[in-house]
């Protein structure tokens, strides 16, 4: 398998083999289109995004009781009920030993009883049951800081690109794949029904980071190949575009498997034995923003930078010219092939 | 392949491997030096969610409902600290977040009193002293403070003596007020000498009756313990105050509130200086300045204490129930503008003039979120966290190796060298900074390994792409590093971009992240530039990259490349199986060992025929 994928990156870098990335543009933009206008409306169709007690306000209890011991959740249901009648308490039983109770925004007094309640309820200790009380701005807040983070980094972003590649349009590019993998990554969060919490919101805010990594590198590799000394006369520029991207697929693979790996063992550990949480929420989010960073990289931004480029004067006009260079070439096969024939 | 070529890129790659070494001991000794000389540990310290405790956000706002600046911010975390402090919390952290949150980790679970003393507003009041004494065992240390026009008149230092005598006749004053009070008193409801307050209730905040026998009573059994501290901080502002000043050395009677603390328009410490001339006597002041309000009402204070019997002639500064200040009053003090003098050091000076200037805005504190974790759920959480990364480390490792054979060892290597400097330099950052290890760090960490890994798969494809293009394996190392170099530096700085922005901006939980990924995204260019390159140069001149070894991951026969050295000439590779799809292959070989001029001329040549 290695040693076929390492060939597979020589066809590939050598242009014997080409995926044609850039030329078949109209069907991945296509592709894309339809991808996010079902990530902007499926959420909405399916009720809205479901927002985590962080962002609503209320009250939180976690139970954290032995391997064996028993979680049913109506013991919650009626510690609760005893306690606070007229509550509507959200219960969810969480990886292997937790139980997880959300409730409206309680006071001292009610949150100490409540808490007493599960513990006797669930036969544990009351320094076993967690508490958490989110006020109702808090949601808020972070939202708007995030909101300012992600403005501030996507300007400054934009403008370090701008000034790296000397060009605005490598920038443009990548910040168009940046908001499709944002917009992708929100649609599936809405569309699953996963809750949206502070968390998440890590997850969302470093997709930023790694949806404009993995757009760089391939950018760097097509400034190189579209340089002025390193360009082919025999290529049209989005010939060379695509072929740096063909010549960095193998990398791009790669590095998309070595990145999705480690957040799928957090996904999987988080999920799976701690229940909901920090760790799954930020990997929950990393790992559809990685797949969509990679996807988006390839068939988004670098498309999207050639699209940008190929209607500048002097690359139309070199362009142009390759393909009449071309069209004589075939024009002078034909007519040796002729008499042979 | 002359020697004296290669031995620069060799010198090089150990001068790197000697200063990344020096960097891991020199860390790894000053925090050995640090565990034994300070109150280093050999593990980072670990946030809440990881350790259990409490964490409390709270978000502080002027009473106005005007959001706080950075200096009052500052203010507010010294007086959430005290108050936390006082409750006998200890290691509690508190820290400033974004523009206007404070953050209280407590370990452990936290009391109700302590929790409402967190969440009680702090102002800054004036009130006049009655009574003075010595609290518990511990002798008073006399502050000496003194009140007077900022202009220095008359009434300019001598005052120690004065001063003397109100600390040591501040307990017979106690005892002899409350034997004559109640009987000079006697008109006002005598008969209920339980109630702490005169019935009716005077209406100047200066007159004598407030002092109630039970309130003297309670004055003397009162100590300047933790627990009152709440109690203090909610006084009511019309009715008489028993508290202590800060170091709980003195304890006091104080009248209601006459001024709030918003009169002051500012405070500054300064050198006092000579009385009517130039220059200054080296001593230390608290000038105030007080706008025009204050500044009549500050005049009528001055007028009716000066000149006094101590302590009655004092005024009392109350921050947040305590008394941070008791000046006498030296002179009547028309223009608004006291100044404390006594016996302040620079630091003291400063100190009381940023609690009167920022003290004087009122400050409440209302809670955004509240934490309480379990420490087996914390640990829970560590452990799902490390076991996380383990497994995710492993999977790296595996596809490491799956995909560049030997040269996967390469990246093992780099990667734990990553782990030590990274755990070096977060212990060193929570000994240093007071960084806290959180869950949310955690996963910034487990993230960093695909990322770290990623620079050295850019490497290596480059290193391969060179191949490709016919270099020999040292020229390929060098030319693939100054290619791979940019742009890991490139899409490194994005990376750093991203986390520095969420660590200034972000608050909660995002500012742990922010920092871990922020961290490992440096120490990923420190490893590729100082060990993996260095390491890459050296390992080209073993015999298993130059012979081009079959599981190298850099073999340049399966890359597909031709060697262009001087010394031999590769034999080109025929399928030894005769499949259409081999021979089809070597053909491409064969393409493929022309020079890349030859090469780019043939496809121009080509690409006519194929299109």
């Known amino acids: ?341 | 392949m002359a020697k004296s070529s290669v031995a620069p890129a060799v010198r090089s790659a150990r001068r790197s491997l000697i200063f990344l070494l020096a960097i891991i001991v020199g860390l790894t000794g000053l925090i050995t030096l640090g565990v034994f000389r300070s109150d280093a540990t050999w593990t980072p310290k670990l946030a809440l969610d990881l350790q259990g405790g409490t964490q409390i956000l709270l978000a502080a706002n002027q009473n106005d409902g005007k959001a706080v600046t950075g200096e009052q911010l500052d203010q507010a975390v010294e007086i959430l600290r005290q108050r936390v402090n006082a409750s006998g919390v200890s290691e509690a952290e508190i820290t400033t977040q974004g523009n206007n949150h404070i953050s209280v980790a407590i370990p452990g679970k936290v009391d109700d009193a302590t929790l409402q003393r967190i969440q009680a507003s702090a102002a800054l009041d004036f009130r006049g002293v009655f009574l003075e004494a010595a609290a518990g065992a511990a002798q008073p240390e006399d502050t000496g403070e003194s009140v007077e026009g900022a202009d220095g008149d008359a009434a300019a230092g001598d005052n120690a003596a004065d001063e003397a005598a109100a600390g040591d006749t501040a307990a017979d004053a106690a005892t002899g007020d409350s034997a004559d009070e109640p009987a000079a008193d006697g008109t006002a409801s005598d008969a209920d000498t339980g109630d702490l307050y005169p019935d009716p209730l005077p209406s100047d905040p200066a007159d004598q009756a407030w002092l109630t026998p039970a309130l003297l009573e309670e004055f003397a059994s009162f100590t300047c313990t933790s627990d009152n501290a709440l109690e203090v901080a909610n006084a009511a502002d019309d009715k008489p105050l028993i508290t202590c000043d800060e170091t709980g050395m003195l304890k006091y009677v104080l009248g209601p509130v006459e001024l709030s603390g918003d009169v002051i328009t500012d405070a500054v410490s300064q050198q006092q200086s000579i009385q009517g001339g130039t220059g200054t006597t080296g001593r230390w002041e608290v000038a105030i300045t007080m706008n025009k309000e204050g500044s009549q009402k500050f005049g009528k204070v001055s007028t009716r204490l000066y000149g006094k019997q101590p302590p009655l002639n004092q005024f009392a500064f109350v921050l947040d129930g305590k008394v941070i200040s008791a000046p006498t009053m030296n002179a009547q003090i028309l223009d608004g503008r006291p100044a404390i003098s006594g016996n302040f050091t620079k630091e003291s000076a400063q100190v009381l003039a940023d609690q009167l200037k920022f003290g004087a805005l009122p400050m409440s504190f209302t809670v955004q979120s509240q934490e309480d974790i379990s420490s087996t759920l914390g640990a829970n959480q560590l452990l799902g966290g490390l076991l996380a990364g383990l497994i995710g480390l492993g999977l790296v490792v595996v596809y490491s190796l799956f995909q560049y054979r030997l040269l996967g060892t390469l990246t093992i290597a780099s990667l734990a060298v990553a782990a030590i400097l990274t755990y070096l330099l977060l212990t060193f950052f929570s000994w240093r900074q007071g960084y806290r290890l959180s869950l949310a760090g955690v996963a910034g960490i487990i993230v960093a390994i695909g990322f770290t890994a990623d620079s050295f798969i850019v490497y290596f494809e480059r290193i391969r792409d060179q191949l490709r293009d016919g270099f020999g394996i040292n020229a390929a190392v060098e030319g693939g590093w100054k290619r791979a170099l940019r742009t890991i530096l490139a899409s490194d700085g994005v990376n750093l971009l991203a986390a520095v922005v969420l660590f200034v901006l972000a608050v909660g939980n995002v500012k742990g992240f922010a920092f871990t990924l922020g961290l490992t995204t440096i120490v990923d260019v420190l490893v590729v530039a100082l060990f993996t390159h260095p390491m890459m140069t050296l390992l080209a001149r073993t015999r298993v990259y130059s012979g081009g070894y079959k599981f190298s991951g850099l073999d340049p026969r399966q890359l597909g490349a031709v060697y262009q050295g001087r010394a031999k000439f590769r034999e080109p590779v025929v399928a030894s199986k005769g499949s259409g799809k081999k021979v089809a292959k070597s053909r491409g070989e064969a393409e493929r060992r022309q020079t890349i001029a030859e090469r780019k001329a043939a496809e121009s040549a080509g690409a006519g025929k194929e299109s």
Do not use: C
Request: no cysteine.
């Open chain 1, 1 to 341: 398998m290695a040693r076929s994928f390492a060939e597979f990156g020589n066809a590939l870098y050598t242009g014997e083999k080409s995926i044609d990335f850039v030329g078949r543009r109209k069907l991945w933009y296509t592709i894309s289109a339809v991808l996010l206008i079902i990530a902007v409306v499926g959420p909405f169709l399916r009720g809205g995004f479901q927002l985590g007690i962080e962002f609503t306000g209320g009250s939180q209890f976690q139970v954290h009781v032995a391997n064996s011991q028993d979680r049913d959740p109506d013991v919650a249901a009626k510690a609760v009920a005893e306690t606070l009648p007229g509550s509507a308490p959200r219960i969810s039983v969480l990886g292997q030993n937790e139980v997880r109770v959300q409730t409206e925004a309680l006071d001292d007094a009610q949150n100490k009883a409540v808490t007493e309640a599960l513990a006797k309820g669930y036969g544990v200790d009351a320094d076993e049951v967690t508490y958490s009380f989110i006020g109702p701005v808090w949601g808020q807040d972070i939202t708007k800081q995030a909101i300012i983070a992600l403005v501030v980094f996507i300007l400054l972003a934009a403008l370090v690109m701008a000034i790296y590649f000397r060009t605005w349009k490598m920038s443009l590019a990548a910040m168009l794949a940046l908001f499709h993998d944002l917009i992708i990554t929100a649609g599936v969060y809405g569309l699953a029904g996963f809750e949206v919490t502070p968390a998440a919101m890590i997850g969302f805010l470093t997709i930023l980071g790694y949806s404009l990594y993995d757009t760089v590198v391939v950018f760097d590799k097509i400034r190189e190949n579209t340089s002025p000394g390193e360009l082919s006369d025999s290529r049209t520029y989005s010939e060379a575009v695509n072929l740096a991207v063909n010549q960095t697929l193998v990398r791009s693979i790669n590095t998309s498997v070595v990145a999705l790996l480690p957040v799928a063992s957090i996904l999987f550990v988080g999920a799976g034995l701690l229940g909901a949480g920090t760790l799954r929420d930020i990997s929950l989010a990393l790992f559809i923003g990685i797949l969509a960073g990679a996807y988006s990289t390839i068939f988004v931004a670098s498309p999207a930078y050639a699209h940008l480029r190929v209607g500048e004067r002097e690359i139309k006009e070199r362009d142009e010219r390759i393909l009449r260079q071309r069209a004589k070439q075939v024009e002078s096969d034909l007519v040796e092939a002729a008499p042979a024939s």
